[in-house]
C-alpha cells in the first residue's frame, strides 16, 4: 500500500470517529417499548442498559415508561407516548468547559433530575419545548407538553400547552413574552411561545406516577 492511500485510510478512519454519535446515557429503566432515532432516520429498539446516543430521538410507547441515566449521573423518565430528542449531551469530569445538555420536548411528559452538569454549569442545559425554553437551577421537574391532537397518556382536563411543576431547586422559562421563574411547589401553563405563563399553588391535574418497579421518587398526583 502507498504512502498517498495509508494517509487516506487514516483520514477516513479519523473523520469516521469524528462523527460518530457521543454515547450520552443508557436506559437505566424500562417497562414496554422504547424506541431511539438516530439523525440519519435508522430506528432501533432499546431496553435495560441500551446506550442512547446525542441526536436521538426517544420515544415511548402507549402504556410504556421509561428512565434514562446520561453519564453526569442526571436523570429523565418518560410517560407513555412521549417524543424528546436528545439534541446534545456532552460531560468529562475534567473539562466543565465542554458541558452541554440540550434536549427538545416534543410531546408528552418527563420528569427531569438533575445531576453533576446541572450542579457545576446549571446555565448549559436547556429544555426546549414549543411553548418555551426551561433552564434549571439545580432542579427536579416536571413537564408535560399536549398537543391536543391524539395525546397518547394525557394527563385529565389539561389544556392543550405546555404544563410545568418544580419540585426541588427552580426553573426558569424564556419565550416571546418574557423571562419567568418558577419556584419549589409551583405549577405553571403556558399556552404557547407568545403566551406569559400562568402560575398556580395547587396541582391543576398533572399527573406522573411510574410503575411501582421503578423504585422511590418524586411523583405528582392531582
Given at each position: ?61 402507549a402504556g410504556a415508561w421509561a428512565t434514562v441515566r446520561f453519564i453526569d449521573n442526571s436523570e ?18 475534567d473539562k466543565p468547559e465542554a458541558d452541554r445538555a440540550a434536549f427538545t420536548l416534543v410531546k ?32 427536579t421537574f416536571f413537564l408535560e407538553y399536549l398537543t391536543g391532537r391524539g395525546d397518547a397518556d ?69
Amino acid at each position: 500500500m502507498s504512502i498517498k492511500s495509508v494517509l487516506a485510510l487514516l483520514m477516513w478512519c479519523c473523520a469516521a470517529l469524528a462523527s460518530a454519535a457521543q454515547v450520552a446515557g443508557v436506559v437505566a429503566q424500562a417497562s414496554g417499548p422504547l424506541t431511539a432515532r438516530s439523525p440519519n432516520g435508522a430506528v432501533r429498539q432499546l431496553k435495560l442498559q441500551s446506550e442512547v446516543e446525542s441526536g436521538d430521538t426517544l420515544a415511548t410507547a402507549a402504556g410504556a415508561w421509561a428512565t434514562v441515566r446520561f453519564i453526569d449521573n442526571s436523570e429523565l423518565t418518560l410517560k407513555p407516548g412521549t417524543a424528546i430528542v436528545v439534541e446534545q449531551f456532552s460531560f468529562d469530569g475534567d473539562k466543565p468547559e465542554a458541558d452541554r445538555a440540550a434536549f427538545t420536548l416534543v410531546k408528552g411528559g418527563l420528569r427531569s433530575l438533575s445531576g453533576l452538569l446541572g450542579k457545576r454549569n446549571k446555565e448549559k442545559f436547556a429544555m426546549k419545548t414549543p411553548s418555551a425554553t426551561i433552564g434549571i437551577r439545580g432542579t427536579t421537574f416536571f413537564l408535560e407538553y399536549l398537543t391536543g391532537r391524539g395525546d397518547a397518556d394525557p394527563s385529565p382536563g389539561l389544556e392543550p400547552g405546555l404544563h410545568v411543576h418544580v419540585s426541588a431547586g427552580g426553573i426558569s422559562l424564556v419565550n416571546e413574552a418574557g423571562q419567568f421563574q418558577y419556584d419549589p411547589g409551583q405549577f405553571g401553563f403556558i399556552k404557547n411561545n407568545v403566551t406569559k405563563p400562568v402560575k398556580m399553588f395547587a396541582n391543576p391535574g398533572m399527573q406522573f406516577a411510574p410503575p411501582a418497579s421503578f423504585g422511590e421518587a418524586d411523583t405528582l398526583k392531582p
